[in-house]
């Protein structure tokens, strides 16, 4: 059973940057493609990025490209999501997800992932 700790969310102002992190309980992270979602109140979970489990590929939202890196450490079991010129729009739940069926092309839907952590709650006030 794979256990997700996310960390690093808070109240910060528009315009600026925030990492979040998820680390993993499991040696075997390395077998794990990673995702990020966000649910902000009232909204459905949707997609942020992704990245497979060598940290070759990453996938990313419209909405959120050119803004967001997401990158791994294998050694860390630890995957980072990194936000630049955040916005009141940003504000949300972050959650990561895992998912051991890889580089399936399916990144982007929640169902394609077994293991969720628990959030981080990101506000951005304007």
């Known amino acids: 059973q794979l256990t997700l700790v996310e960390s690093g969310g808070g109240l910060v102002q528009a315009g600026d940057s925030l990492r979040l992190s998820c680390t993993a309980s499991?040696?075997?992270?390395?077998?794990?493609?990673m995702g990020w979602f966000r649910q902000a109140p009232g909204q459905e979970r949707e997609f942020v990025a992704a990245i497979n489990w060598s940290g070759g590929n990453t996938y990313y939202a419209d909405s959120v490209k050119g803004r967001v890196t997401i990158s791994r450490d294998n050694a860390k079991n630890t995957v980072w999501l990194h936000i630049d010129s955040l916005k009141p729009g940003d504000t949300a739940v972050y959650y990561c997800a895992a998912t051991f069926d890889r580089d399936n092309g399916m990144h982007m839907y929640t169902a394609s992932y077994e293991y969720w952590g628990q959030g981080t709650q990101v506000t951005v006030s304007s």
């Open positions: 499991e040696r075997a992270f390395y077998a794990y493609d």
